[in-house]
């Protein structure tokens, strides 16, 4: 069994044990359910953000235990002072360490949009985005259908949310793609081998068609990657390990914007 099947059996179960304890009727009573919903897409547009998307983290099945000693609070707040253009918070608690009330205290003190990462495979689990105070979901080809694919986005549509298509190949983009997605990422980290290369970006980035908005994820280290992606026409660049590694994220969240500034002033000014 594959680390994204066994993650996928263990979601499966868990979305039964909490349909059992806490129905979609209660989720819609949640003070976050009537939240009006932040744009993803427009704040990555958005000219004076940086394009990142934040994201916290405190391990991974790739990487084991990250930073254990986390501030949801602290952090979040600092990535947005930084100029993040969004947060993408883990919910997953088995693999990922997440939790739910982790989303809820980010969006207790952060506007902005806030993207739920989590294996979704159930309407339910949208749902229960909006009721802990997401703006967008990810949906993850390789773990599903075209038309699982179709069906859960179009329902995050009727909802208000916003989608976020991951893939990891073409294969899964053509499969994937339909008018009810909102952006695409490209996950730079081989599922299978957890290898990570931007050229997966690079390779994907003029086959995702331009009516998306494109992210590019995983893998991302320097300001100077992200330079080069947004000539290739990525509009989004999620960045998690890289931050969470270090002991204070939101300030190295902070020094990579300041850099990622200069660079651009420089290109700006060459131009």
Request: glycine share 6%; proline share 2%; net charge negative.
């Amino acid at each position: 069994m594959s680390v994204l099947e066994e993650i996928l059996a263990k979601k499966k179960a868990e979305v039964q044990e909490r349909k059992a304890l806490y129905s979609q009727k209660l989720l819609e009573q949640s003070i976050f359910f009537e939240n009006r919903i932040v744009s993803l897409k427009k704040y990555l547009l958005r000219e004076d953000k940086s394009g990142i998307i934040a994201e916290i983290k405190r391990k991974s099945p790739s990487k084991g235990v990250i930073n254990q000693n986390v501030s949801i609070e602290r952090i979040s707040i600092g990535y947005m002072q930084a100029g993040a253009s969004a947060l993408s918070v883990l919910t997953d608690q088995t693999f990922f360490g997440g939790s739910n009330e982790d989303l809820k205290v980010a969006r207790k003190f952060n506007f902005c949009p806030i993207l739920r990462k989590d294996f979704i495979i159930d309407e339910y689990q949208i749902v229960e985005a909006k009721a802990i105070g997401a703006d967008a979901i990810l949906l993850i080809a390789a773990a599903l259908t075209e038309r699982e694919m179709k069906d859960l986005a179009a329902f995050a549509k009727s909802l208000g949310l916003e989608t976020l298509m991951e893939v990891h190949n073409e294969e899964e983009l053509e499969k994937g793609l339909n008018e009810n997605i909102d952006l695409v990422g490209v996950n730079n980290r081989d599922l299978s081998t957890f290898e990570v290369s931007l050229n997966t970006s690079f390779e994907l980035a003029s086959k995702i068609p331009g009516s998306f908005i494109k992210v590019s994820e995983s893998g991302i280290s320097s300001p100077s990657q992200i330079v080069e992606l947004k000539e290739a026409g990525f509009d989004g660049f999620l960045i998690g390990q890289n931050f969470m590694e270090q002991s204070r994220p939101e300030r190295a969240c902070a020094e990579f914007i300041e850099e990622l500034s200069r660079l651009d002033r420089r290109a700006y000014a060459k131009s």
